[in-house]
């Protein structure tokens, strides 16, 4: 079984910057691809960038291509996001999510593990 854990919410000002972390336990990340996504009150959820553990390759949503970067931490199972330029449409809570396959996908039906999320909230 794998355990995510979402931190690093909270409240900022718009153009602001914020770092999310995403730690594993339970069994490793080899092989797999994570993802991160995000849902705002009444919309659906919706992907926001992934990352192929193995390789590295990345996937981005086109609203948040060049503002945030994701990346991942082999020696302690984390990944992060790191949000820069945030703007309020970015207000949502985000998930960590696992896939059990290498590549990543912007589906969440795709996606085996779900952390319980962490709020962000940017003010105009």
């Known amino acids: 079984q794998v355990q995510l854990a979402e931190s690093g919410g909270g409240l900022v000002r718009a153009g602001g910057s914020l770092r999310l972390s995403c730690a594993a336990s339970?069994?490793?990340?080899?092989?797999?691809?994570m993802g991160w996504f995000r849902q705002a009150p009444g919309k659906e959820r919706e992907f926001v960038a992934g990352?192929?553990?193995?390789?590295?390759?990345?996937d981005y949503a086109d609203s948040v291509k060049g503002r945030f970067s994701i990346s991942r931490d082999y020696a302690k199972n984390t990944v992060f996001l790191q949000m820069n330029d945030l703007k309020p449409e970015d207000t949502a809570v985000y998930h960590c999510?696992?896939?059990?396959?290498?590549?990543?996908?912007?589906?969440?039906?795709?996606?085996?593990?779900w952390g319980q999320g962490t709020q962000v909230t940017v003010s105009s």
């Open positions: 990352i192929e553990w193995s390789g590295g390759r990345t």
């Open positions: 339970g069994r490793t990340f080899g092989g797999y691809a």
């Open positions: 999510t696992k896939r059990l396959a290498p590549r990543i996908s912007r589906l969440p039906q795709e996606y085996n593990y």
